[in-house]
């Protein structure tokens, strides 16, 4: 089958997957070709998401008379779809032939190819419909603003208390004047792992007192040092999307249904916490804090920070070590650009993120890889990973296949990512999947087709966090998050 928009093969193979072709590679040639025409015209995406907050990308595409003006249609759809998952949006305002915009409202309609990116982001995520817009010049096109609640200060003063949620423990530590408590002897006053088990939990007042549980130890630490402290501030992580603390997509509320009763039970108990507590409380997605933790450890700002786990996971930090209110969704970001790339069993679209930079993704190569594990289930993500781990440590060449696999997955994609998120100094690099000797191949990989073919990015810098900042560091930089 012919395809209109011209796919690039990448230089550099990945051993396992033949058939991988990057994006970075496909919309720089796109790119090139467009400004090469002399019939360019520009395109204008603006995403808006709560608040009124918007984010902007803008671009030159063919003008439609052109002969390749067909090219149009995928070069839009792919990038407006990494456009939300980054941003996270509900309406959306486009400035280019009026041809492109029906066809972008076609496939976010209930009957398009991306029906559910649209219920995602509109009724789910913001409450609202979600709506493509024409704005037929420039001036019509709403300006960028990400508003003021991206601020962090990292200068406060007094006790704070910061947790991190996650499917598995929930993580608790005390902070005090900008920086995680420590006791004479240098260790934390309280930086301590609870474990729970919310997912099948249908009581939402489960939820509330465990997570009510771990701040009420946190608060007793500190009046064992001072019985007159008074906790100014909470601030805290979790996997799952957030809009004004409210809850709209997480899988540790999964056991309250039907939506009905999550939107009326679920979506307001960060609020009802702080309610409680009578101060300022303020929740963010864990991969920005993440982002931010990197950030307060490397003492700089332009992080972006990746965990590949049981999914990918982002999170970014700007120059001035804000976060910016974006949702960093990277795991249903477009990563690959072939059509018969792996489908992703949830969003049902091809060549998504999560499906090159995580478990599943370990899982799906390792019978490409030649390996077999009968007495391991398909879906059984974390033992598949452990085993090729184990192989990777006894040296199985068919193991290192895998992650050389990743690898050059991730170095194409950081230069695709780069392209999106401006500026990147630093990315920080964590999660089961980059442990171990095979994380070692990942990056050595990543960096080789960075240097072979990236050279304007030799300067990022790979971040690991050691294991005290992976035990105190997310939950301590939560505790920033508020404003005061």
Not at 64 to 69: I, V
Not at 76 to 83: A, M, P
Not at 305 to 313: D, E, F, P
């Amino acid at each position: 089958m012919k395809m209109q928009f011209n796919l690039v093969k990448p230089p550099t193979t990945p051993i396992l997957d033949p058939d991988f072709r990057p994006p970075v590679l496909a919309n720089r040639a796109f790119a090139a070709e467009v400004a090469a025409s002399g019939a360019s015209v520009p395109l204008m995406i603006a995403v808006e998401r709560d608040q009124g907050r918007v984010s902007r990308f803008d671009t030159q595409i063919f003008d439609m008379r052109h002969p390749r003006a067909a090219a149009n249609f995928f070069y839009v759809e792919r990038i407006l779809k990494f456009l939300l998952w980054q941003f996270g949006g509900w309406k959306v305002t486009v400035h280019g032939p009026l041809e492109l915009v029906r066809y972008l409202e076609s496939c976010y309609s209930v009957t398009g190819q991306r029906a559910f990116d649209a219920e995602f982001w509109g009724d789910q995520t913001y409450e609202r419909e979600m709506r493509i817009i024409h704005a037929p010049t420039p001036a019509d096109m709403p300006v960028a603003a990400d508003g003021a609640g991206s601020t962090v200060a990292l200068d406060w003063k007094g006790w704070r208390i910061g947790f991190d949620l996650g499917a598995s423990d929930r993580k608790v530590a005390v902070a005090k004047d900008g920086k995680l408590a420590l006791r004479p002897d240098g260790e934390p006053v309280l930086s301590e792992e609870y474990v729970w088990n919310p997912r099948p939990q249908t009581n939402i007042q489960w939820h509330f007192d465990h997570i009510m549980e771990i701040l009420k130890e946190a608060e007793k630490a500190i009046k064992a040092i001072d019985p007159n402290a008074r906790v100014e501030a909470i601030g805290g992580s979790s996997a799952g999307v957030y809009v004004n603390g409210r809850v709209r997509v997480a899988s540790l509320f999964r056991g309250i249904t039907p939506r009905e009763r999550f939107d009326r039970e679920a979506a307001p108990i960060f609020q009802n916490i702080q309610k409680a507590w009578g101060i300022p409380l303020r929740l963010e997605n864990d991969g920005d804090v993440t982002a931010l933790a990197g950030s307060i450890a490397l003492n700089d700002g332009a992080v972006l920070g990746l965990a590949m786990g049981s999914s990918l996971a982002g999170g970014y930090v700007d120059e001035h070590r804000a976060i910016k209110g974006w949702m960093n969704e990277l795991a249903f970001a477009p990563v690959d650009y072939n059509p018969r790339a792996a489908v992703d069993e949830w969003s049902r679209d091809f060549g998504v993120g999560a499906n090159y930079f995580s478990q599943q993704a370990v899982a799906r190569l390792i019978p490409l890889a030649g390996i077999d594990m009968p007495d391991i289930p398909a879906d059984a993500f974390p033992l598949r990973l452990k085993r090729v781990q184990d192989l990777m440590a006894a040296g199985d060449a068919r193991a290192r296949k895998i992650y050389e696999t990743i690898g050059v997955y991730f170095g194409y994609s950081v230069a695709h990512y780069c392209d999106f998120y401006k500026p990147v100094r630093h990315i920080e690099v964590l999660g089961r999947v980059v442990t171990g000797e095979g994380g070692q191949v990942i990056l050595d990989k990543a960096k080789d087709v960075i240097r072979r073919e990236f050279p304007e990015l030799l300067n990022i810098n790979f971040y690991e966090p050691d294991e005290r900042e992976k035990r105190h560091g997310q939950a301590a930089a939560a505790a920033s998050l508020p404003l005061t």
